[in-house]
C-alpha cells in the first residue's frame, strides 16, 4: 500500500539539490526550474514534514538539524531508485542491443553459437531476454525479437531462420519400458506432453503417423519446450519436438526419438523488427550473423528438402 505520507517526489528532488548547493537559484538552474519554484517547494516540503529544513540566511542556506538527518535518507532513496532503474531498464538506455528469443530457441539454438559472435564483434554487448508467449514486439524495449508463427506480423519485417520438423520424443528408457514405444500406436499407453503456442502438434502427427487409437488431446500441458523436455527426461511422458530446438536435447542423451517419422511444419522461429525502419548498426550487425548461422545450419538445409524449399 502507498505511504500517504509520503512527499511528492518532485519536492524530494528539489531539497536535495538545494541543500547539496545550500541555494535556492543554483538548485534550480540543475533543476530547469526558477527559484522561486524551487523555493515553494521547499516550503510545501516543510509544510507537509511539519519542520524546517533550512535556515535562510541573506545570502545562504544552512540546513537545519532535522535537514541534515533528512538529507542522507533522501539520497539513499534516491540512490536505491536510480540502481533499480538501472537494473531493469539500464541496458536498453545504454545502449546494450537487446534481443528477444523464445526460451526454448535461445538456449538450444542461439546459446551455443552466441559465442561465436561475441569472439567476431567484442565490441558490441548483447542483452538476451527470454520471452515465453508471443507478446507484441516492442521497439521501446526491445532492438530485434524472434517469434514462432507463419512469419505474418502487421507492420513487422519476419526473416526466417528455421525450417521446421516436429517428432516425438521421451526418456531412453521409457521406450525399452514395461509397454514399449514400437508402434506410433503404442502410444495409446503413454502421457501426451503439450506445449502451448504451436499450431501444429500431436493431432497433426498422429494423422500422418497413421495411429489409431490414441487420443491426441489427452495428457498434460506445459507453457514452453523447456518444460516439456524435462518433464519427458524424467519418464514423465512423450512430447513433440520441434527440430531446430531438438538436436541440444538430443546431444545431452536425456531424450531420445522412438519413432523416425519427422513431420514437415509451416510454423517457424523468424527474427522480427520493425518495417521501414532501419535498425541501428549493431542490431543490423547481430540480424546479419543470426541470418548467416540459420543459412549455414545443416539441420536447416535437410529440412528445407523436406519442405520442398
Known amino acids: 500500500m502507498t505511504d500517504r505520507r509520503l512527499p511528492p517526489l518532485t519536492w524530494l528532488r528539489a531539497f536535495e539539490a538545494s541543500a547539496r548547493h545550500l541555494s535556492f537559484t543554483l538548485a534550480a538552474r540543475e533543476l530547469n526550474l526558477t527559484q522561486a519554484a524551487v523555493s515553494k517547494q521547499i516550503r510545501l ?7 524546517p529544513l533550512f535556515e535562510r540566511k541573506p545570502r545562504s542556506l544552512v540546513l537545519t538539524k532535522a535537514g541534515a538527518a533528512y538529507l542522507p535518507k533522501v539520497r539513499d532513496g534516491f540512490d536505491r531508485l536510480a540502481k533499480g532503474t538501472r537494473e531493469v531498464f539500464g541496458a536498453r538506455r545504454a545502449g546494450v542491443l537487446t534481443v528477444r528469443a523464445p526460451a526454448s530457441y535461445a538456449v538450444n539454438w ?20 527470454s520471452s515465453v508467449w508471443c507478446d507484441a514486439f516492442d521497439a521501446e524495449r526491445y532492438d ?10 502487421a507492420g513487422l519485417r519476419a526473416d526466417r531462420l528455421t525450417w521446421e520438423t516436429i517428432t516425438p520424443v521421451c526418456a531412453p528408457w521409457l521406450v525399452e519400458g514395461e509397454r514399449p514405444l514400437r508402434t506410433p500406436d503404442d502410444l495409446a499407453h503413454e502421457r501426451l506432453l503439450h506445449v502451448l503456442g504451436y499450431e501444429d502438434g500431436w493431432a497433426r502427427w498422429l494423422s500422418e503417423a497413421g495411429a489409431e ?21 524424467r519418464g514423465g511422458g512423450v512430447t513433440l519436438a520441434r527440430s531446430s530446438i531438438l538436436e541440444a536435447e538430443l546431444a545431452r542423451g536425456r531424450l531420445v526419438r ?36 540459420a543459412g549455414r545450419d545443416p539441420l536447416n538445409l535437410r529440412n528445407r528438402a523436406a519442405h520442398g524449399a
Open 258 to 293: 522412438p519413432f523416425e517419422l519427422e513431420v514437415a511444419v509451416d510454423e517457424a522461429f523468424y527474427l522480427i523488427a520493425p518495417e521501414g525502419r532501419v535498425l541501428p548498426a549493431d542490431a543490423e550487425t547481430f540480424r546479419a550473423w543470426l541470418l548467416e548461422e
Open 45 to 51: 516540503l516543510e509544510a507537509h514534514l511539519g519542520e
Open 213 to 233: 487409437g490414441v487420443h491426441p488431446g489427452h495428457g498434460i500441458q506445459f507453457d514452453t519446450s523447456l518444460m516439456a523436455f524435462e518433464f519427458a527426461a
Open 144 to 153: 530485434l525479437d524472434i517469434q514462432y508463427g507463419t512469419g505474418r506480423w
Open 110 to 129: 542461439i546459446a551455443p553459437r552466441l559465442a561465436g559472435f561475441l569472439d567476431r564483434y567484442p565490441d558490441i554487448p548483447v542483452r538476451l531476454v
